[in-house]
Every structure is written in C-alpha cells, then in structure tokens.
C-alpha cells in the first residue's frame, strides 16, 4: 500500500526577527508616569480630565472629537505626552499626546502609533508635536 508522507512542511526557516531600533530621528521628551501599557495611560489621563478622544486624519490634522475642529499640529495646546515603550508588545508602542482643543477647550487624547503600524500622517504629526515643544 502506497504511503503518502506526512504533511511536508519545509521547516521554517530561521528569518531574522524584524529588529526594532531605536528611532534617534523622534525626539521625544516624555513625562514619566508610571503607565506601562496604552491602556493604562488612557487611565490616567482621564482622571486628570483628557476624556475626549482626539484622532489623527489622514492629513496629518489633528481632530477634536468633541467639536470636530482639525488642529494642525503646529497650533495643538499640548499638555502632556506620553511614550509608551510596549514592553510587553512591541505593537504597543505609541505615543498619547494629551491635548485641549483649541476651539472648544475639551480635553482628550490622541494616539499616535511608531513603528511598523504608523502611518505616514502619524510621523507627520509626532514630528511637528516635537518641533512645537
Ligand atoms: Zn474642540
């Protein structure tokens, strides 16, 4: 009786683990806070009031989720940003601008990813957050 070998899987190969430098181009001062996962952060910002969410469109505005004013980062009234690591999970790594709304005043957070899962408009935003401070 013929025998069919067992599902044949080539093993896999060794590939290199994507190697996550550290960005030297986004200077980012932080304030430290004990928040160790985005969540967290979120946490914590809300208490202190930053209970909106704020969101980054595709042109690199920023959005005010309470009256839908698009803020360019330039005139964005930071308060506090965040940098989160993503010890435990690389696709954590983000930064959370805590900002209020220059038009209605509302506090809220905005979320900015780095890494693999950014996209061009949130380097355009990150970049000019910096250059701002
Ligand atoms: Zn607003």
Known sequence: ???????????????????????????????????????????????????????????????????????????LNLVHLLRLEGVSDPGEEAVVLALECTVCHARGTAILRFGPEAGPQDDAVLLAVADHR
């Not at 025998?3 to 899987?9: E, H, K, L």
């Not at 980054?56 to 989720?65: F, H």
């Open 1 to 75: 009786m013929y025998t069919t070998p067992a599902a044949q899987r080539p093993s896999k190969a060794r590939g290199t683990v994507g190697v996550m430098a550290d960005d030297p181009t986004v200077p980012i001062a932080g304030e430290p806070v004990g928040a160790s996962t985005l969540l967290e952060a979120l946490e914590q910002l809300r208490a202190k009031g930053f209970d909106r969410d704020m969101f980054v469109t595709a042109d690199a505005m920023v959005r005010c989720g309470s009256c839908h004013h698009d803020m360019a980062p330039s005139e």
